[in-house]
């Protein structure tokens, strides 16, 4: 560098500080005196952490000198341009999309400065040996020296670390850390997911030790006895954790309704080495074949499982309901239970199918007749009511997937959704009520930038959407119920959810727009969320009446914590999906040359994605794949349109599709047509070319 010259520095500005309210006021102009800008340069050095729920790169400035969060941002590649994956720094061109949400298009990744980790699968040579990597954005495979392979085996699953040095014909070198067993396992899916993502499988001797000195529940000072009380668990036919129970019972014109949570906080305490693990892990990981849970057996299918004839400690909310759901008061109290039965969501909706005669009959009319009433205040509060397809997947006895069926959505489960609704409804306002610090649970209306594309979107297929001032969860529950049984309907309620601004969790009550709810926290699952296991810490102190005012050391913790939380929680979504996939894909490989129906989900530049509609398995379509013509990407309108034969390909289109390839290491599927498709029903209609239609302007103009 010559003397006298700065150096450039990516360091994005100072953010001002957000509102504490819902809705968010204009930004100071920065030209202001004394005003913080808002704004991220427009072009910064990012550093990769992640990849959201629909599979965009996610990322953070490299520099943040904010005091608050920096501002989430979405990647996107142009494909010129080795891939980025977790962990690299890029450098990338910005565009603010929303006050908190920019774009960034890479321009070029940028050298690591330090060893990265490596996940593959070991290949032997004379040397030494090869790791083809497992990330389907990571494209370079690593050399490893005989002196560093670990004594792997030809198709194990290793993990290790890249070695600073010069590489050589062109592959970095690596170091074998781990062996993780074969590729072709069993469980091998899950494993990778939990590798690829970095998640704490194993509990500290500590952390088992303290759980196992916890005692068995005994009524004390302090506690309500609740054990006479007919309350119920109801949960999945495999559900291990049982942490809700309910009970309902007539009121005069309403109802009288409990739901009874384990009382987690009791016995993972504050600065103890379970809190310090719970916090780490965030949450409990649910991949098909097995749980990654957030506290030690002993605790989380142990003694605050809410299992059947058992004393078991809990936190209650009482709760007094009118005939139309509407909340007239609640009461928390720390109570002792023993819950009558462990029900499952089949038991439940067999009684109200068939009415037969099931012992626990009384008890499961009383709760559906008091859920009428709650979902007559949902139906009417206008909560987001999509309606997609869930598949479960379904393994032999040896572990190896043997079917993907569709998962019945009963209306059990609508019931204690709504039970568990009302709860933290109740949980939020009594925090809200006391001064007393709490995380909720936020969910943001979709961006400008959303809402304008699904407008477009939605009014080529023939519907339009109220996108003024106010825009709520019943505007687009409206077009839902216009598209029901429609051809349409997957491809509307698919644009619909990605529309939505992904959940997270702060200190601040900011709304839930979903759910159309002006407060709402999480309180019904603390054996497998730490937001609820910190909210129940709150409540418990609030009951016992020594609820001092936080201070603001307490409330700049609290923010950390929502903040560590929503970073756990996308973690383990995209854990999740990533082994589902790689499940998927096993299963898929024993169909390559098979046909199926599908339905086209989304598209990129690339090509399409299209699900097929008997198991919801998603593959790609390369737009080289697209024979007959050469297919431009109309990214405006969402489809591509063939140069010749003007055929489309567009979010919603069913297609015969056929499985070309499935790659078990990076968990990718290709298809191809099996057959033409037909024209969609209803075409979008790409503008007229302006050039085009100015010519002829001039010409009638000539005339």
């Known amino acids: 560098m010559k003397k006298g010259k700065k150096p450039h520095s990516s360091s994005p500005k100072p953010k001002p500080k957000p509102s504490h309210k819902p809705k968010h006021k204009r930004p100071p102009r920065p030209d202001h005196k004394g005003a ?11 550093v990769i952490t992640g990849q959201n729920e629909e599979g965009d790169l996610i990322a953070e400035p490299l520099k943040w000198d904010g005091k608050h969060r920096p501002p989430h941002i979405v990647v996107t590649e142009s494909g010129r341009q080795q891939a980025a994956v977790k962990g690299d720094r890029v450098l990338a061109k910005m565009r603010k999309v929303h006050p908190h949400l920019y774009q960034a298009l890479v321009i070029r990744v940028l050298p690591s400065e330090q060893p990265q980790n490596v996940l593959g699968v070991f290949v032997p040579t004379a040397g030494g040996g090869i790791i083809e990597p497992i990330s389907r954005k990571m494209k370079e495979s690593f050399m490893v020296d005989h002196a560093d392979t670990h004594g792997a085996q030809s198709g194990e699953l290793v993990s290790g670390v890249t070695l600073m040095g010069m590489p050589s014909m062109g592959m970095s070198y690596a170091k074998i850390t781990d062996r993780l067993g074969r590729l072709d396992s069993p469980r091998a899916a899950s494993l990778i997911a939990s590798h690829m993502h970095s998640l704490p499988s194993l509990f500290s001797k500590d952390v088992i030790a303290e759980a196992e000195a916890a005692e068995p529940p005994v009524l004390g000072k302090g506690r309500t006895d609740l054990r006479d009380i007919p309350l119920v668990t109801i949960d999945g036919e495999d559900a291990r954790d049982f942490d809700d129970a309910v009970f309902a019972e007539k009121d005069g014109d309403g109802w009288h309704l409990i739901v009874a949570i384990a009382d987690v906080a009791y016995y993972v305490e504050e600065d103890s080495a379970l809190d310090a693990c719970a916090f780490e892990r965030g949450n409990s990981v649910y991949f098909p074949d097995r749980v990654i849970p957030m506290l030690p057996e002993r605790l989380s299918n142990g003694l605050c499982s809410l299992v059947p004839n058992e004393d078991r400690y809990c936190l209650a909310v009482h709760l007094w309901i009118d005939a139309h759901g509407n909340m007239k008061r609640y009461e928390f109290v720390r109570g002792l239970m023993r819950s009558r039965a462990r029900l499952t969501y089949n038991d439940v909706q067999g009684v109200c199918d068939t009415n037969n005669d099931h012992p626990q009959r009384q008890i499961i009319e009383l709760l559906y007749q008091a859920y009428t009433a709650l979902a007559y205040e949902r139906d009417h509060r206008g909560s987001l009511d999509l309606n997609l397809p869930e598949f479960k997947i379904i393994f032999d006895d040896a572990g190896n997937v043997s079917a993907i069926t569709p998962r019945a959505r009963l209306e059990s489960h609508r019931l204690i959704e709504a039970y568990m609704i009302a709860a933290n409804v109740a949980a939020a306002d009594f925090l809200l009520k006391k001064h007393a610090p709490g995380i909720y649970r936020v969910h943001e209306p979709p961006s400008e930038d959303k ?8 009014k080529m297929a023939g519907y339009s959407l109220h996108t003024g001032a106010g825009v709520k969860a019943a505007h687009f529950n409206r077009i839902l119920k216009q598209v029901e049984g429609k051809p349409e309907a997957y491809m509307v309620n698919t644009a619909i959810l990605r529309s939505q601004m992904q959940a997270y969790y702060a200190h601040e009550n900011l709304g839930h727009f979903g759910l159309s709810l002006e407060k709402y926290c999480h309180f019904t699952s603390p054996i497998r969320r730490y937001s609820d296991l910190v909210v129940h810490r709150s409540l418990a102190h609030a009951i016992e009446g020594h609820m001092d005012k936080p201070s603001k050391q307490y409330n700049a913790r609290l923010g950390e914590i929502a903040l560590h939380i929503s970073d756990t929680e996308r973690r383990a979504m995209m854990a999740e999906r990533d082994a589902s996939d790689r499940y998927k894909v096993s299963y898929m490989s024993k169909h390559i040359g098979n046909s199926f129906s599908g339905t086209i989900v989304s598209l990129n530049e690339y090509g399409l994605f299209v699900s097929i509609n008997e198991t919801g398995v998603t593959g790609f379509i390369p737009v080289r794949n697209l ?20 055929q489309i390909f567009q979010i919603g289109q069913p297609l015969i599709i056929r499985v070309q390839a499935a790659n078990a290491i990076t968990g990718s599927l290709i298809f191809e047509l099996a057959q033409t498709p037909a024209q969609p029903d209803r075409p979008l209609r790409p503008k007229p070319d302006k050039h085009k239609r100015h010519g002829e302007q001039r010409r009638k103009h000539k005339r």
């Open 451 to 458: 809402l304008e594309e699904l407008t477009n979107l939605l």
């Open 627 to 646: 024979q007959g013509d050469f297919f431009n990407y109309d990214k405006r309108h969402a489809c591509f349109k063939g140069q010749r034969t003007n």
């Open 36 to 46: 913080k800008s808002t704004t991220l340069r427009d072009v910064s050095v990012l």
